[in-house]
């Protein structure tokens, strides 16, 4: 089946670790979405990747790093930088003909 | 700035009653909305959408109504059901001007359907 797989489900961090989340999408999709959800400030936009080897930044990228080096995958650094890096964590993708997202099952990190 | 909002943080309706979750939005250039539902511990699942040329699109129990002079959208859903608390998220796309696909995404409300 099509789809997007996140892992791992649930990620530890300690402070000063920079830690990897990863994005793999099988349907094809050209671009691709990294969003953190925090309670009460709905789903904001890290980066996103409309082709392979482009990215851009989203609205709080700030601590954060990714590459697209395959149309499948779109792994998500988070660095030491980040001050506040627990969250809830999804990838989705899209093809950018068409409207809307597929979505991950999402990463928890939580910083220890 | 937050230009897209759903100020109700949560909504309780009893089962079988109607569910009313409201959105404005700020950007006159938003051309298409959508909503999704979401579990906990889970991905947004696509739910229903709704182009600005049109002012209602129905799929099911699920109606989306488009006031565009407002900046209002809303999704009913009737009868609601316990299976449909979920946690409720706007979403709108500026996609003929930026052609990107991108998506900006309103707080969410949490529905509870009480039996």
């Known amino acids: 089946d099509g789809g997007i797989t996140q892992s791992p489900k649930y990620l530890f961090r300690k402070e000063g670790q920079n830690v990897t989340l990863s994005c793999e999408q099988n349907l094809n999709h050209d671009a691709m979405y990294w969003y953190r959800q925090d309670p009460g400030q709905g789903l904001r936009l890290i980066y996103y990747s409309q082709i392979v080897n482009d990215f851009q930044k989203g609205d709080i990228a700030e601590g954060y790093s990714v590459s697209r080096e395959k149309k499948e995958s779109f792994p998500l650094t988070v660095t030491s930088a980040q001050k506040n890096p627990t969250a809830f964590y999804l990838c989705?993708?899209?093809?950018?003909?068409?409207?809307?997202?597929?979505f991950g099952s999402g990463t928890r990190l939580t910083v220890v | 700035d937050q230009q897209v909002k759903q100020n109700s943080p949560s909504l309780s309706v009893q089962e079988g009653r109607i569910s009313i979750l409201n959105c404005d939005y700020t950007n006159s250039m938003f051309d298409y909305f959508l909503w999704y539902k979401k579990y906990p511990a889970e991905g947004p699942t696509f739910l229903i959408s709704i182009s600005s040329i049109k002012d209602k699109n129905e799929d099911g129990r699920f109606t989306v109504f488009l006031n565009k002079s407002a900046k209002h959208l809303s999704l009913h859903i009737v009868p609601s059901q316990p299976g449909d608390s979920a946690v409720y998220f706007c979403?709108?796309?500026?996609?003929?001007?930026?052609?990107?696909?991108?998506?900006?995404f309103g707080q969410g409300t949490t529905l509870q359907v009480k039996p």
């Open positions: 989705a993708s899209n093809n950018r003909a068409h409207y809307g997202y597929t």
């Open positions: 979403a709108a796309s500026a996609y003929g001007s930026s052609n990107t696909g991108k998506l900006i």
